[in-house]
């Protein structure tokens, strides 16, 4: 009889995914920047993907960063896109962390003193940022906050 | 692959249009054809850039609508979408096909409607492009992510962000002068003698990114007629031949090893020139996609033609102007002409071809005309990259 059990086909159902986008942003809610570790190569994959980030390895296990990094680099947004407008001035950065992925996020400074001189200096992990979202989100979403310890 | 050749340019005036979406693209598409002399059963598929219709005017699948508009029949009509590359993609595409051997004609090109969506809305649909799960919540604009580039070229080329600033400057004087020329551009005849400080001094959009960094949002369509090289001589004496192209994908910021350096710039700009079998000191003239300054440095390094963190002292200089070594944006570039996303990629090719023939406006004309000419079109933040050489002669 051709045909496959349907039993057997709901088994079958699988996630690839060892740690969702939602967890990651859980987990910059509660402090704490979540990663993946390569069993293949060792290196960090951060934000999570089903692969690894560095040699696609499909061996991961989750892991927690430490948070800490360089900022590599950052802008100052004065003119916004709609929803964002309460927020101006603020500044998107650009952090590569201490295990080695680069993450994007928000930099806690005073908009009016950050200048070139910023870029290269020690930030770590702070907090969170929440988007309210819009029709077009999917939802409100959530990404990290670092400011600068050095 | 059979070669292909490009017989018949559109475009339409560059700027607010009052038009649709769908009259801007068949007008171009009508002009195209004229161009070329061809009849509308002549074309066996239609391919069209598209980035943002849906909220424009509530359209998707716009490419159907652009066929029935013309009453090109069943025919597969096909929206291609990669941001502000868009049409870029769905002229590599429409070539590919003809290339195949699948159809001898095609209609390639792109349309977009930006500007009645307003600076805030058209911000946030443009933010679109950039990755919605981490960059989305931070609030990055397009302004913002090539700020972010201008801020690491100063770091990675140890040149102060105020010398930076002055040579991107340069990028827009020349752009602007070259656009005030150009009768189809947004500006012409507008900021023509535009001045360094003139830039510097303008608003700040995205620190350091000032207001006459960007370019515009704008309304426009452009169409070429593709047809296979053995059939283009029954259509005319000129054809432009697609001697080589490329595309390539990139990923969230995060991701890249360098946002001065994006790999896939430099890897579709090197299957362009491997299948051309030619390289930068070939080419004649470049349009690049300069939607910000900054970028139009970082492309003419991607794309091999000044080593790492030599363009902006080479734009400063002159060199890409007529008469240096390579002029770049002749047209008046995203910065000058206007940027209607979805048409860009055909807006450049048709500005090439233009070249080619002899037809760019006095001025802007480059005399003797382009041999070999380069398109170079960015969507999002450095995810779709197209590369296009054209040529006057086969290889
Ligand atoms: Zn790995």
């Known amino acids: 009889m051709v045909g496959k059990e349907r039993e057997e086909m709901e088994k079958e159902l699988k996630g690839y995914t060892v740690l969702t986008h939602a967890e990651y942003e859980e987990g910059i809610k509660e402090g704490k920047l979540l990663g993946l570790r390569c069993a293949s190569c060792k290196k960090i994959t951060c934000h999570p993907m089903p692969v690894c980030q560095w040699c696609s390895g499909r061996s991961l296990e989750r892991t927690e960063l430490s948070g800490e990094g360089e900022l590599m680099t950052f802008t100052i947004i004065r003119v916004p896109a709609e929803g964002f407008e309460d927020d101006v001035p603020y500044i998107p950065c650009l952090v590569k962390t201490k295990e080695g992925p680069c993450v994007v996020g928000r930099l806690d400074y005073d908009a009016e003193r950050a200048s070139q001189v910023l870029i290269s200096k020690q930030v770590k992990l702070s907090g969170a940022y929440t988007h309210k979202g819009d029709k077009f989100s999917g939802g409100t979403h959530t990404c990290p906050v670092f400011e600068v310890i050095g | ?395």
Not at chain 2, 137 to 155: C, N
Not at chain 2, 164 to 183: D, F, I, T, W
Request: hydrophobic share 40%; net charge negative; charged share 20%.
């Open chain 2, 1 to 395: 692959m059979r070669d292909v050749a490009i017989i018949g340019i559109g475009h339409t005036k560059f700027g607010r249009a009052t038009k649709m979406s769908h009259e801007l693209f068949s007008d171009a598409t009508l002009q195209a054809m004229d161009d070329a002399g061809v009849e509308l059963k002549e074309i066996e598929a239609l391919f069209q850039g598209a980035a943002l219709p849906g909220f424009e005017e509530g359209q998707v699948m716009p490419a159907a609508f652009s066929a029935a508009d013309l009453n090109l029949g069943p025919i597969p009509a096909t929206r291609c979408e990669g941001a502000c590359a868009s049409a870029s993609v769905a002229i590599r595409d429409g070539a590919m096909w003809v290339g195949a051997g699948e159809y001898d004609m095609v209609i390639a090109g792109g349309v977009e409607k930006a500007l009645m969506m307003g600076t805030s809305f058209a911000s946030r649909t443009f933010a679109m492009a950039c990755h919605a799960p981490t960059e989305g919540p931070v609030g990055l604009t397009f302004p913002g992510v090539f700020a972010m580039a201008a801020r690491l070229y100063s770091i990675n080329y140890d040149m102060p962000l105020d010398t930076v600033r002055e040579k991107m400057a340069s990028v827009s004087v020349k752009n602007h002068r070259h656009g005030a020329l150009n009768p189809l551009a947004q500006f012409y005849k507008k900021l023509g003698d535009l001045k360094v400080e003139d830039v510097i001094n303008s608003k700040f959009v995205a620190d350091p990114i000032t207001l006459l960094d960007c370019c515009p949002f704008s309304d426009g369509a452009s169409a070429l007629v593709l047809c296979s090289a053995e059939e283009a001589r029954k259509y005319t004496d000129e054809p432009i031949y697609i001697l080589g192209m490329g595309q390539g994908s990139g990923g969230p910021l995060s991701k890249m090893a360098d946002l001065t350096k994006p790999v896939s710039r430099i890897s579709s700009a090197k299957m362009a020139f491997k299948q051309a079998g030619l390289s930068p000191e070939d080419i004649d003239m470049l349009e690049v996609h300069d939607c910000f300054t900054i970028a139009e440095l970082i492309a003419l390094e991607c794309m091999g033609f000044f080593d790492w963190g030599e363009a902006a002292d080479a734009t400063a200089d002159g060199q890409t102007e007529i008469g240096g070594e390579i002029p770049v944006n002749m047209s008046g570039g995203l910065i000058g002409k206007g940027h209607p996303i979805g048409a860009t990629g055909a807006s450049q090719v048709y500005w090439v071809v233009k070249q080619m023939r002899g037809e760019a406006p006095r001025g802007n004309q480059i005399d003797p005309v382009p041999e070999y000419g380069m398109t170079d079109t960015l969507g999002g933040d450095f995810g779709t990259l197209c590369h296009f050489i054209l040529g006057r002669s086969k290889k």
